[in-house]
């Protein structure tokens, strides 16, 4: 058996390596520089076909030829773009993005009771075997049933060892608790040991009743929900406990690179929520990447000169927003070409070992 699994091994690596050399071919033969776009959803038609059978959260149902998608008491409006593939690529090519990290959009699997591990199966699959049919345009980001710890670590095994993916998708809330909690923890200890980056992105806020008034869930409840999760996990010590976790948070951060200043006075001077850091949180925030999606060059500009240019990646939350629109925010900054290099493309080609 050995020999297969060297072979294999060995056709995956030549795998891999041509389809970087066609990125890098289609990219200088395009007179583009290399686009990684790390953030940008496809919803999953088998997962849309079961959820209509279902009568509570999540399902879905259909008014005249709209869908819509219920998580909670959140109603959204899938756009026909939402589920094709192809759709994407030409959106991808008419923005010069040459590689997607793909994952799906919520609802996760957690939503999903004792099925939970049998719907990130399904949706795993799907994920990975768009990218094995278009292997120069897609990475796969995982997705895992955590509320069953044994099975999210066994499903990102084979996601990573079998499927070929190349990070985790991890939703800010999981049900309603947040990741930081101790249950969890097993999922950053996986993520570690297997050198694969988790994503956090925004679920169905805890702040729903809160920001429903005036439609605000999407534009602060959904960013509220990331911001509590990654200053949770910071002053849980988790990226002292990780500390080769690769974490990644969409938006900018939300609102805590601006709220930075005041957690770290509340930390340091007044000693609230201390006990499990070690050096102030805004040294943890510079540990972590920042994906851009936030269509604001003075917010782009503040990230990039608390970051620096090696922990902003581009994303575009695609199909909810338009590529060019965060293209066109960055171009504004006019950065040296080296910089604008890495965030487009260089810093994620690093970190997804691409």
């Known amino acids: 058996m050995e020999p297969k699994r060297g072979a294999s091994r060995r056709r995956e690596f030549l795998t891999t390596v041509g389809a970087a050399l066609a990125i890098e071919k289609n990219?200088?033969?395009?007179?583009?520089?290399?686009?990684?776009?790390?953030?940008?959803?496809?919803?999953?038609?088998?997962?849309?076909?079961?959820?209509?059978?279902?009568?509570?959260?999540?399902?879905?149902?259909?008014?005249?030829?709209?869908?819509?998608?219920?998580?909670?008491?959140?109603?959204?409006?899938?756009?026909?773009?939402?589920?094709?593939?192809?759709?994407?690529?030409?959106?991808?090519?008419?923005?010069?993005?040459?590689?997607?990290?793909?994952?799906?959009?919520?609802?996760?699997?957690?939503?999903?009771?004792?099925?939970?591990?049998?719907?990130?199966?399904?949706?795993?699959?799907?994920?990975?075997?768009?990218?094995?049919?278009?292997?120069?345009?897609?990475?796969?980001?995982?997705?895992?049933?955590?509320?069953?710890?044994?099975?999210?670590?066994?499903?990102?095994?084979?996601?990573?060892?079998?499927?070929?993916?190349?990070?985790?998708?991890?939703?800010?809330?999981?049900?309603?608790?947040?990741?930081?909690?101790?249950?969890?923890?097993?999922?950053?200890?996986?993520?570690?040991?297997?050198?694969?980056?988790?994503?956090?992105?925004?679920?169905?806020?805890v702040t729903y009743e809160q920001t429903k008034g005036h439609e605000m869930t999407g534009s602060l409840g959904l960013m509220f929900d990331t911001t509590i999760a990654l200053d949770r996990i910071i002053l849980a010590g988790i990226l002292d406990k990780y500390p080769r976790l690769k974490l990644v948070c969409p938006h900018l951060g939300g609102a805590l690179p601006y709220l930075i200043g005041r957690v770290d006075h509340q930390t340091q001077v007044l000693k609230r929520g201390a006990e499990n850091i070690r050096k102030a949180p805004s040294e943890y925030v510079k540990q972590i990447y920042l994906d851009i999606v936030s269509p604001l060059p003075g917010a782009m500009r503040f990230a990039l000169d608390m970051m620096g240019p090696d922990r902003l990646l581009y994303a575009s939350d695609h199909p909810w927003v338009e590529p060019k629109l965060i293209q066109s925010c960055l171009d504004t900054l006019k950065l040296p070409a080296p910089q604008q290099d890495k965030i487009l493309g260089g810093n994620a080609r690093a970190l997804f070992r691409i």
């Open 27 to 205: 990219a200088a033969g395009a007179g583009q520089r290399f686009c990684l776009d790390c953030q940008s959803h496809v919803f999953v038609p088998e997962l849309i076909s079961l959820m209509e059978k279902r009568k509570t959260s999540p399902y879905v149902y259909r008014k005249g030829n709209d869908v819509y998608i219920v998580v909670g008491s959140w109603h959204r409006k899938l756009q026909p773009r939402h589920t094709d593939v192809n759709a994407k690529l030409a959106d991808m090519d008419a923005a010069g993005i040459n590689m997607t990290a793909l994952s799906i959009n919520d609802p996760g699997p957690e939503l999903f009771g004792k099925d939970g591990p049998a719907i990130a199966r399904m949706l795993n699959d799907y994920i990975a075997d768009v990218a094995k049919k278009h292997p120069t345009r897609f990475i796969g980001l995982a997705v895992l049933p955590l509320q069953n710890m044994e099975a999210a670590v066994s499903e990102l095994e084979r996601c990573v060892n079998r499927l070929g993916m190349k990070g985790i998708l991890l939703y800010s809330n999981l049900d309603g608790r947040f990741p930081d909690e101790p249950e969890f923890r097993g999922l950053f200890e996986a993520a570690e040991r297997l050198d694969v980056p988790v994503l956090l992105h925004p679920a169905y806020p």
